[in-house]
């Protein structure tokens, strides 16, 4: 992508509204632009970053079966009648009615909508398990929106919902997402951590949270420390160590010394619950079982916040200049960078974008007329894994330079070498057509 062509409303200055980090750096660099309190237009840098985050998840859902679909995003209170809840939601839920007077909801979440589906299609165990899951806005009225995406009103969530005969397989069912999670969150550079949590209006009794630790987070955590130090753990090893969210943790019955837990806080990116027949026996979903009994569906949801994630990322991955991605979810993995007006820079860059291009790779052209020293504060600002800077001094000896953003690790080179050099690393993703 040439810069000259694209969309990219960059602010020099940090904006006054914007307290957090993620929420400045976001603003910068022209990724979302806020339309009303908590909704955000998403502009096309940030959206490179959503999508890259959602084909990511769909990988690891795919890894267990889970299938995609989409629920809309307006359901009738009808349903939220059925189960019971369109009470205990209150003024976070946004209620409207239709021109034929019907009460319609903008959906927070989706548990209604896919047992309503469930029941209508699904007649017996042996189209069990079955893992449904969709990538939708929701909409939350927050009393308090902040930090941007963060805390949205309108936000990106993926919510999936499993229906099991047993508990026992619904128990399998939620320890698949547990451990798909912690890869998920993973492959997008950051170490998610799995707590106990309160399960609040979805309901049931078996719940995890997934934070990120952050300064900035708005979660108060209570950790073993040695939980920190753990990799690869399954979830029946994490449940060995004492990990548990401001609601649930209790220094009355905590099982380690409390001079072993340590108080972070952290940045809910996921959340998980098991709430078995709730939904299903209050809406009539029902299967039979082998013996011809028809019993409720055992079910479970499992949500990722898909908009917060991008800036808990940001969080934990920026420094002074601005942001660091990680490779796996940023916009593009090169920033070209042609310094000065000679005709020679001109053609080397034109010539390499081409060829970059070619190899696959997601590149942005700083093709524009501003300063040398404005282009590559605004490279940092960013934050692309590697800027490749087509310099007239460098040139006249054949070399560039090759800057990897994350360590500011510079190497004066040939132009073949660079190209060389991306082509064997393997951890830049690589298109054949570029969108
Ligand atoms: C699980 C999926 C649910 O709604 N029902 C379907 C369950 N869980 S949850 O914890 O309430 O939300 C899931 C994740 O969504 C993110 N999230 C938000 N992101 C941005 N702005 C908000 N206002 C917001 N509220 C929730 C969180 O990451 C949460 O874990």
Request: with cysteine; net charge negative; proline share 5%.
């Amino acid at each position: 992508m040439r810069l000259s062509h694209y969309f990219l409303p960059l602010l020099k200055e940090d904006p006054r509204e914007a307290e957090i980090i993620s929420h400045r750096l976001m603003l910068r660099c022209g990724m979302i632009c806020m339309i009303e309190r908590g909704i955000y237009s998403w502009l096309p840098l940030g959206l490179r970053v959503l999508q890259k985050i959602q084909s990511i998840i769909h990988k690891y859902q795919q890894e267990i079966g889970a299938l995609p679909m989409l629920a809309p995003t307006l359901q009738p209170a009808e349903l939220w009648k059925e189960s019971g809840r369109l009470d205990a939601y209150g003024k976070e839920m946004l209620r409207f009615k239709d021109r034929h007077q019907r009460e319609l909801i903008y959906g927070p979440t989706a548990e209604e909508v896919l047992t309503d589906i469930v029941r209508r299609h699904v007649k017996s165990y042996k189209n069990l398990p079955l893992n449904l899951y969709n990538i939708q806005w929701k909409m939350r009225d927050e009393i308090r929106p902040r930090f941007g995406v963060m805390r949205g009103r309108e936000f990106l969530m993926k919510d999936g919902y499993s229906f099991d005969l047993t508990p026992k397989d619904a128990r399998i069912s939620y320890e698949k997402v547990f451990q798909s999670y912690l890869k998920t969150f993973k492959a997008m550079g950051v170490q998610a951590i799995p707590l106990r949590a309160a399960t609040g209006p979805i309901g049931g009794d078996l719940s995890h949270e997934f934070h990120i630790l952050a300064q900035t987070g708005e979660s108060e955590l209570y950790l073993d420390q040695n939980l920190l130090d753990q990799e690869g753990l399954e979830m029946k090893d994490f449940e060995k160590f004492y990990a548990a969210t401001d609601e649930k943790h209790d220094p009355s019955s905590c099982p380690i010394p409390l001079d072993q837990v340590s108080c972070s806080r952290g940045i809910e990116v996921g959340h998980i619950f098991y709430f078995g027949s709730k939904y299903s026996a209050a809406m009539n979903a029902l299967v039979k079982n082998a013996g011809g009994q028809d019993i409720p569906l055992e079910m479970g949801s499992y949500g990722i916040g898909v908009s917060r994630v991008l800036a808990a990322i940001i969080e934990a991955h920026h420094d002074e200049k601005g942001i660091c991605w990680p490779v796996p979810v940023a916009p593009f993995s090169l920033g070209l960078l042609s310094l000065g007006r000679s005709s020679e820079v001109e053609k080397t860059s034109t010539n390499c974008y081409q060829r970059l291009i070619d190899m696959g790779f997601e590149v942005l052209w700083d093709d524009t007329e501003k300063s040398p020293g404005e282009k590559l504060a605004s490279m940092d600002l960013l934050g692309l894994p590697f800027q490749l800077i087509i310099g007239e001094r460098n040139l006249q000896q054949g070399l560039c330079e090759l800057k990897e953003r994350k360590t500011s690790n510079v190497q004066v080179i040939s132009l073949e070498e660079v190209l060389n050099i991306l082509d064997t690393n393997t951890a830049l993703p690589r298109f054949k057509e570029v969108f």
